[in-house]
């Protein structure tokens, strides 16, 4: 599967932003979907993941409350809502997809299989 992730760019502090990331190839109901982000010189993060059918979805701590991941299967694409932005949410963000036939879902990075290209946020204080 093929990922482009889009949706990124400039806002200030309090703003929202809405990433999108679509994805062609196999089945796309087949993956769990993740976010991810990375800021220069530190590992990329867990930001989001969401199960591949039953919606449900999980968060690192840090965006629980204001970030929300969900999916359009039929659009094969999953999206990333974010309000209440923040600087230190400023990052590369990241989609990727694990294919699983069970539930799957994870915030470990090395699960997930394919990766797309990434898209900068930055957030101004």
């Known amino acids: 599967v093929q990922l482009q992730a889009s949706g990124g760019g400039l806002v200030q502090a309090g703003g929202s932003l809405r990433l999108s990331c679509a994805a062609s190839?196999?089945?796309?109901?087949?993956?769990?979907m993740g976010w991810f982000r990375q800021t220069p010189g530190k590992e990329r993060k867990f930001v989001a993941a969401?199960?591949?059918?039953?919606?449900?979805?999980y968060y690192a701590d840090s965006v629980k409350g204001r970030f929300t991941i969900s999916r359009d299967n039929a659009k094969n694409t999953v999206y990333l809502q974010m309000n209440g932005l923040k600087p230190d949410d400023t990052a590369v963000y990241f989609c990727a997809a694990r294919y699983i036939t069970g539930f799957g879902v994870t915030a470990k990075q090395n699960d997930y299989d394919y990766w797309g290209q990434g898209t900068l946020v930055t957030v101004s204080s």
């Open positions: 190839g196999r089945a796309f109901s087949s993956y769990v």
């Open positions: 969401i199960s591949r059918s039953d919606g449900s979805t």
